[in-house]
């Protein structure tokens, strides 16, 4: 695994401009399927438009009074039915040697003990070469961001999500806004604060950044 470094920046601090390059990251903000305001549900990989591989994918709208960190829907990684620990992925083409910038949202459902890890993987998701592994833990009605700067090894690369408190059971760990994008070319879009802020990280290897 690269050197990995963990650095506390404010965005508040951090002003520049930069286009945002492309999405390759399908509904990372949990948008598809859509529901009815005030209802969940959970989804299997081979959903359509879900995107997502690995356990079931349990998206809420608004449940509760329940805010995403943006939009109208987000994930909850421990997911219904209960069946173990919970693990989704993606796999993405990548170009070697190119800079990526990952970025998602997260807050704890029921207390601030919940965690799960995020992994970079090179290759697909059952693959031994880890680009990055880092834990996360969120905070009870509170979203952040966290994140960071990836350089590929190859053609295609998997972002993996795990369980680790609560491992199994389905209550815990929201996730929104799951994002990567490369640095290096690629369409033009918005500009996006949270991506802009990693971007200065980029020279350091995999370099966190986390933002409450």
């Given at each position: 695994?690269?050197?990995?470094?963990?650095?506390?920046?404010?965005?508040?601090?951090?002003?520049?401009?930069?286009a945002?390059k492309?999405?390759?990251i399908?509904?990372?903000?949990?948008?598809?399927?859509?529901?009815?305001?005030?209802?969940?549900?959970?989804?299997?990989?081979?959903?359509?438009?879900?995107?997502?591989?690995?356990?079931?994918?349990?998206?809420?709208h608004?449940?509760?009074?329940?805010?995403?960190?943006?939009?109208?829907?987000?994930?909850?990684l421990?997911?219904?039915?209960?069946?173990?620990?919970w693990?989704?992925y993606?796999?993405?083409?990548?170009?070697?040697?190119?800079?990526?910038?990952?970025?998602?949202?997260?807050?704890?459902r029921?207390?601030?003990?919940?965690?799960?890890?995020?992994?970079?993987?090179?290759?697909?998701?059952?693959?031994?070469?880890?680009?990055?592994?880092?834990?996360?833990?969120?905070?009870?009605?509170?979203?952040?961001?966290?994140?960071?700067?990836?350089?590929a090894?190859?053609?295609?690369?998997?972002?993996k999500?795990?369980?680790?408190?609560?491992?199994?059971?389905?209550?815990?760990n929201?996730?929104?806004d799951?994002?990567?994008?490369?640095?290096n070319?690629?369409?033009?879009?918005?500009?996006?604060?949270?991506?802009?802020?990693i971007?200065a990280?980029?020279?350091?290897?995999?370099?966190?950044?986390?933002?409450?």
């Amino acid at each position: 695994m690269k050197h990995f470094t963990r650095i506390l920046v404010s965005i508040s601090l951090l002003v520049f401009s930069f286009a945002a390059k492309a999405e390759l990251i399908i509904n990372g903000g949990f948008e598809k399927p859509e529901l009815a305001e005030n209802s969940w549900s959970f989804f299997p990989e081979g959903t359509p438009d879900l995107g997502w591989q690995g356990s079931n994918v349990e998206i809420w709208h608004k449940l509760g009074g329940v805010q995403p960190n943006s939009g109208n829907q987000h994930a909850e990684l421990n997911a219904h039915p209960n069946a173990g620990s919970w693990m989704i992925y993606q796999t993405f083409s990548t170009i070697a040697d190119d800079n990526y910038v990952l970025s998602f949202a997260y807050s704890a459902r029921v207390n601030n003990n919940e965690a799960f890890k995020v992994e970079v993987l090179d290759g697909d998701h059952n693959s031994a070469t880890v680009l990055a592994s880092f834990e996360v833990s969120g905070t009870v009605g509170q979203w952040a961001i966290d994140g960071g700067v990836f350089a590929a090894l190859g053609s295609t690369t998997t972002l993996k999500i795990s369980s680790i408190n609560p491992l199994g059971g389905t209550f815990g760990n929201f996730i929104d806004d799951v994002s990567v994008k490369s640095e290096n070319g690629g369409p033009s879009e918005v500009p996006e604060p949270s991506t802009l802020a990693i971007l200065a990280l980029s020279l350091l290897g995999f370099s966190r950044l986390k933002r409450n």
